[in-house]
């Protein structure tokens, strides 16, 4: 913008200023998708640009096609929904419009040309009036850096909308395949109890058994069509989430899960102080401080023209019948009545308004830290405690129940029914890994970026 | 097998030999049995004479004599007994057994019997079947204090009458019992000749519940046991009782279980000849080939053993002659599993049918927990033995030495005196003169007339 000072006036200024800024080509979009790249390891585009025309879609098409040919793994699925979800495109594209409105901010109004022809009382009057926008030339400077801030800012809370709508993908996967993984043990819970009531029917037929004992058998059995229906509705419901993050339809939707989720890690993450990962990290917190460093400049601004509303300079040529008249026109507000306090106390509070804002989301962010930190730690202490104690302890009773069927100590109706407990006790199991996987997901929200390995050191983006 | 060992340390203790003038001062050594095999008869090498029982997977207590008086040391303590190869159980015995070892004396012997108490809690030794001074007779609160951990008491009193005894703690007796707190006690006749026999065999009758996987007895279980020994053996691990043929034999057998137990004797007839009472007069025998032993009695049955072989003797109650076993297990015979059995066997890997054609599971060896029995084991000669529990052999032989008690092996039958498949053609069933000829066979169909109601 330091092009502006050099400028002395006059409309000419308008053809050298036009080249000062210009619009980058991709709408901004590659700025905030290397925030987002950075922040999700995955890349937020196939052509390097949102998809403009047919060649894009296909391109897309094709490489999401190939990621849904095999079963989606957590950070495939968090891709595709980052090159694929519609809302997260549309707010890719209002990077294209703070973009423009930077350019715009960049660029002198356009001079206006008024042209009016009157004719009356057998007179005829054609005024023309070519008037431009001083005030811009003024202001152009400060326009610009807040302008500047804005895009920035804009950037910033696109990137964050990614990373959103990233966790929101891991998250949902994370549901998905637990809900399947639960479903499938619902199935063998089931199957177990098929198998005890196909047997008590038969020890019925043969005679051994009464009809209460087969009810008894049978009633379980029923109970556990019930759970296996519960079970599958719930991952009917899981899987159409996620579908909707990654902004899939029609064949697409065919798209396979793996069996399992991710087995717990060795260890979990040992971070240091969360509350200042997060201050730094989080994009919204970022956003939330240029807003203030925005609405700050714009106080400024509002200073320095408290007096000036609008100051046009206009060429006038006025064509009063045969007489051509020339000059100029300035209008000048005279700060008679209102002596632009009344815009200062409101941009001030304003200010006021944002620096609180940034406080309180300060104060979020940190609580959200802890939380989710603690959460984390916790669920990841419960889903080892299921894994190293009560999944081998019921495979041990499995073991040792097996042996007393062997001695004749035990019936196969209680070898069935300890199966049935194995399978919960694993069920359990998959309840807690799939909180652990949230809950790693969720701090990652919290704190700004991937967790796996580390987290980005150094700001994504300079305020 | 036998080790001696002074059950107390230090100078005070002394060997039998050297007697101080307060001779109470020194106790009598208590002898230790590590093994739960059956030890070879104990020939009284002083006092009078008489012949010696043989305690089947048991011992004999020795003894010393002091100045006229038999003297024994009986110790109480926890111990760790082979219930058969392959299970061990934490037992309350005696001198490292249980039960603990035969006190064998001879009518009109005075005995002297110190009893020292390394059980955590307060015991006594009541003298079953025995008459005596009361004061002598071992119930706590009522004839006696409890001898507590570490004491030593003693009892003394005169054996009066010949037969057949036990001896058991009357203290707690339900836990004490529970563990394993019993041991026999045989008086014999001042005649050798009196009643005599060639060989007699003593045990006793008593029941554990040991959970499979587990060592020590659920002392609370009143009657649901499931393990069935003789002398705290189980089959296979209950020695054969081998006689020479025509041998008189005599057996003698005490209850210390809840249940009664008709002991039973293939290829013979014998005939109860002693209770706890005393001798049975010959004009009251009753032959017998099973005879009842109830709770806290005493049988003795003699016969001759004339029929060669390997005869079955065991208690009638089925569920006796088998191993740990599941009570609660429902009957599968009948049921059809195909289909389901693979169902299953995705569920459960392992898993095998069983039961469906009846209860019989000895060609199968599959492994159980730990530290128990199969319901059912033990091979013979024609293939499993399908038994366990209160289960042995008579083992009668010809031409072996007069107290050679070494197993034989199996017996070898003469030709033509085995059961055998019949291999030649299958005569048509006979029928009923007048009945219709042969249609396939339909299940019958049995219609009560109404009027003829019973």
Known sequence: ?463 | MTTRRSFLSGAALIGAGMVTKAGAASLPEAPVQSSAATAPPLVPPNGRPYNPVVTLNGWTLPWRMKDGVKEFHLVAEPVVRELAPGMTANLWGYNGQSPGPTIEVVEGDRVRIFVTNKLPEHTSVHWHGQLLPNGMDGVTGLTQPGIQPGKTFVYEFVARHAGTFMYHPHADEMAQMAMGMMGFWITHPKDPKQHAVDRDFVFLLSAYDIEPGSYTPKINTMLDFNLWTFNSRAFPGIDPMVVRKNDRVRIRAGNLTMTNHPIHLHGHTFEVTGTDGGWVRPSARWPEVTTDVAVGQMRAIEFIADAPGDWAFHCHKSHHTMNAMGHDVPTMIGVDHTGVAEKINKLVPGYMVMGDKGGSMGDMQMPLPENTLPMMSGEGPFGGLEMGGMFTTVKVREGLARNDYKDPGWYKHPKGTVAYEWTGEVPPAPRAPGAPPSKPVEAMNVKRDAKHHH
């Open chain 1, 1 to 463: 913008m330091n092009c502006l000072h050099k400028l002395a006036g006059g409309a000419s200024m308008a053809l050298l200023l036009g080249g000062c800024a210009s619009l980058s080509g991709d709408g901004g979009f590659g700025a905030a998708a290397g925030v987002s790249e950075q922040r999700t390891g995955l890349s937020a585009s196939v052509a390097g640009r949102l998809p403009r025309n047919d060649d894009d879609a296909r391109a897309l098409a094709a490489v999401i096609d190939k990621k849904l040919g095999q079963p989606l793994a957590v950070d495939e699925a968090v891709h595709v929904a980052l090159l694929n979800n519609q809302g997260l495109q549309a707010s890719y594209w209002s990077l294209g419009i703070a973009e423009a409105d930077l350019v715009q901010a960049g660029r002198l109004q356009n001079p206006v040309f008024d042209f009016k022809r009157s004719h009356g009382g057998g007179e005829l009057s054609i005024e023309r009036t070519l008037t431009f926008n001083l005030l811009s030339l003024i202001t152009a400077p400060l326009a610009g850096r807040i302008e500047g801030r804005r895009y920035e800012q804009t950037k910033l809370l696109v990137s964050n909308e990614a990373l959103k709508v990233a966790a929101d993908t891991r998250r949902a996967w994370v549901e998905a395949v637990a809900a399947n993984q639960s479903a499938e043990y619902a199935v063998q819970v089931e199957e177990s109890a098929q198998a005890s009531a196909e047997l008590a029917d038969r020890m019925r037929k043969a005679g051994n058994w009464s009809a209460m004992d087969v009810a008894r058998e049978q009633a379980y059995h029923a109970q556990t069509v019930a759970d296996v229906s519960a079970a599958r509705k719930t991952a009917v419901a899981a899987r159409e989430k996620l579908t909707r993050l990654m902004g899939l339809s029609g064949a697409q939707t065919a798209y396979k899960l793996p069996d399992h989720l991710p087995e717990l890690p060795a260890a979990p993450q040992e971070l240091g102080d969360i509350e200042q990962i997060a201050v730094n990290e989080r994009l919204d917190i970022q956003a939330a401080k240029l807003d203030t460093a925005h609405t700050a400049s714009t106080l400024g601004l509002t200073k320095t023209t408290r007096f000036i509303n609008v100051l046009d300079l206009g060429v006038v040529g006025e064509s009063e019948g045969p007489i051509n008249r020339r000059g100029y026109e300035l209008s000048l507000e005279i700060p008679l009545f209102d002596w632009g306090s009344t815009r200062v106390a409101r941009a001030e509070a304003t200010y006021m308004q944002s620096v609180n804002l940034l406080a309180q989301a300060a104060v979020n962010a940190r609580s959200e830290a802890r939380e989710s930190y603690a959460d984390y730690r916790a669920s990841y202490e419960l889903a080892r405690h299921y894994r190293d104690q009560v999944v081998p302890l019921r495979k041990k009773l499995a073991d040792e129940t097996l042996l007393r069927y062997n001695g004749m100590l035990m019936s196969v109706f209680e070898l069935l029914a300890d199966a049935r407990e194995q399978s919960t006790a694993v069920n359990g199991y998959i309840g807690a890994l799939k909180d652990y996987w949230t809950a790693q997901a969720n701090l990652e929200a919290a704190l700004g970026g991937r967790l796996s390995g580390h987290l980005p050191t150094t700001k994504g983006v300079t305020p």
